[in-house]
């Protein structure tokens, strides 16, 4: 309690030094170079301020690290077994699920070979079979994806299918050459954007 009423001591005049310039600074126009300038070099004080307060927080709390890391320490081993143990049984429940969907997958791969309706059906039902009963706390979540392994053979069925859709332009190429130049490199059909962003580090700047 004797540490908590120094802290606050402490902490009272750096809360109403930190929130004049707080309101300050929304208080300041930034329209001109060397309004610009200025508010650079204010930034570059506020963060050595800013460091100060920090500095002086820390004086209060590191002390009390040392007895915190002894409690930790003596809590550890069980929370490290427990961890240890959820990761275990995660992997094992995991692999069996997959392994489940696995077969399932395999299953159904097999319908188009079977000629007869009632030879799909019955394989299909197999298949629903083999996917895990439903679980309160499990889920299951598919992220369906695939490679292009054959881009010729792709074109000629999208061409014969009339999915001309699938014929997209390679837009990650389109960027990548529009970053090279680094401008809009004039292709008719692409217009080129350019997000900015503009980063300030007040440890770097240089007193004027």
Request: aromatic share 4%; with cysteine.
């Amino acid at each position: 309690m004797i540490e908590i009423t120094k802290a606050t001591e402490a902490a009272a005049p750096e809360i109403e030094e930190g929130q004049a310039i707080e309101v300050a600074c929304k208080d300041v126009a930034i329209e001109s170079n060397d309004a610009m300038k200025n508010g650079v070099g204010v930034l570059a004080e506020i963060k050595t301020k800013y460091k100060e307060v920090d500095a002086k927080r820390r004086s209060f709390i590191d002390p009390l690290g040392e007895v915190i890391d002894k409690i930790n320490a003596e809590f550890s081993p069980a929370l490290d077994a427990l961890a240890g143990a959820e990761k275990v049984l995660k992997k094992k429940v995991a692999g069996f699920v997959e392994s489940r969907h696995a077969e399932r997958d395999a299953l159904i791969a097999e319908v188009q070979n079977q000629d007869a309706q009632a030879d799909r059906v019955a394989l299909i039902e197999r298949a629903e079979a083999k996917i895990p009963p439903k679980v309160s706390g499990l889920s299951v979540r598919e992220l369906w994806g695939g490679k292009v392994i054959d881009k010729e053979a792709l074109v000629r069925w999208a061409i014969e299918n009339d999915r001309i859709d699938l014929l997209k332009v390679d837009e990650p190429m389109l960027k990548q050459m529009t970053k090279s130049a680094g401008r809009d490199p004039g292709i008719p059909g692409w217009v080129a954007e350019c997000k900015r962003s503009v980063a300030i580090t007040p440890g770097k700047v240089k007193p004027s």
